[in-house]
């Protein structure tokens, strides 16, 4: 009872304090100002309005000031309540770690040594969920085309991803956290997002951990070795080292030359295809896995996205089936339209051959000619 009213003391009165107020004060700030300058630039469209009419939009200008406040304050509270429920997660994304990664034990589930379970390997194996983060992330559409099969290895070694706010400049980081591997040094990997406009989103650009790969275990490079020319006096086979898709190039992003000068068009729409799908990975990741990796692991999620997409399918399918009613009723006005012009030529041709019937009698040598 005691936890439940300290959760209800955390009402919408105290959320103002997880922001300063030279925050609150600067966000505010920053919408009038903004609105200034729409105003400097709509100065000439008033101008060409009518007295009534432009008294009538100052009218609305404020009504509009209005709301942007209000949004300002709905932005606030919003920041406010994210934050405070984030700390309410975070006992149960801890209790989630521990019983991944083997730390305590659940209940109703007894320590058994090698020889009650037949092999110690087995008991060994069944620590915790092995490759539980590994899983869950390949169930999502969006992440296994990522995830090539030379890096499931190196992911079985994820033993946590959390994920956090920055607020100079606004973003957030990604935080992949790793048992020692074969593979690299690294115990965390980081992926951060710089925001423009954290509500839209806008991308400034995002940073990735350089990874400290072990020695011929780089999984984002992959080594080809060809054999010498004959009559070559190099005997040894020639090696190339070529870049390759994998998981972990998500920690080497792409990246927003300083001067925009330097790229040409085609190149800046390549770079900002890029960068989607960057943020299309960072917020799946953010949004849907960390909050629901169990139900990912046990594929509910997966099947909770497939309805999704199965009514965007049937809205789909009902407008197409809709556009084809229209097509037919349109073919058949056109089929009546053309019965209707059909009769009436027939109508004037069985009138023709009866006025011109006595003449066609007395040229019948012409009629065969033509």
Request: hydrophobic share 30%; net charge negative.
């Amino acid at each position: 009872m005691s936890s439940d009213k300290q959760q209800d003391s955390l009402n919408l009165a105290d959320l103002g304090s997880a922001l300063s107020a030279e925050d609150r004060a600067g966000l505010v700030d920053a919408l009038k100002n903004k609105l200034q300058s729409l105003a400097g630039k709509h100065t000439d469209v008033l101008e060409t309005l009518s007295p009534a009419v432009r008294k009538r939009v100052e009218v609305l200008r404020e009504v509009q000031s209005q709301h942007d406040e209000l949004e300002a304050k709905f932005f606030e509270e919003r920041a406010a309540l994210e934050a405070k429920y984030q700390k309410l997660y975070e006992p149960l994304y801890t209790k989630r770690y521990e019983i991944v990664n083997g730390v305590v034990e659940v209940e109703g589930i007894k320590d058994e040594s090698p020889e009650e379970t037949g092999s110690e390997d087995k008991a060994s194996e069944e620590k915790g969920v092995p490759g539980f983060w590994l899983a869950a992330m390949k169930a999502n559409e969006v992440l296994t085309e990522e995830i090539q099969e030379r890096d499931e290895e190196a992911l079985k070694y994820l033993k946590d991803i959390k994920w956090c706010r920055i607020e100079d400049p606004k973003g957030f980081k990604l935080e992949f956290f790793f048992n020692p591997n074969p593979f690299f040094k690294n115990a965390v990997l980081t992926k951060t997002y710089h925001m423009i406009d954290e509500d839209e989103p806008i991308l400034e650009k995002a940073i990735g951990t350089e990874i400290e790969w072990y020695p011929g275990k780089c999984l984002t490079q992959k080594i080809l070795k060809k054999k010498p020319k004959k009559g070559s006096k190099n005997a040894k086979p020639i090696t190339k080292t070529e870049d390759c898709e994998s998981f972990f190039n998500f920690f080497k992003p792409p990246q927003v030359p300083d001067d925009d000068a330097d790229i040409d068009e085609e190149t800046a729409e390549e770079l900002q295809g890029q960068m989607e799908v960057d943020y299309d990975i960072g917020s799946t990741i953010k949004d849907k896995i960390i909050p629901h990796a169990v139900s990912w692991f046990t594929g509910e999620a997966v099947e909770g996205d497939e309805l999704e997409i199965e009514d965007e399918d049937e809205d789909d399918e009902e407008d197409e089936e809709e556009e084809e009613e229209e097509e037919d009723d349109d073919e058949d006005d056109e089929d009546e339209d053309e019965d209707e012009e059909d009769q009436t030529k027939t109508k004037k041709s069985a009138t023709g051959q009866k006025k011109s019937g006595g003449e066609q009698a007395q040229r019948p040598a012409e009629c065969k000619q033509q």
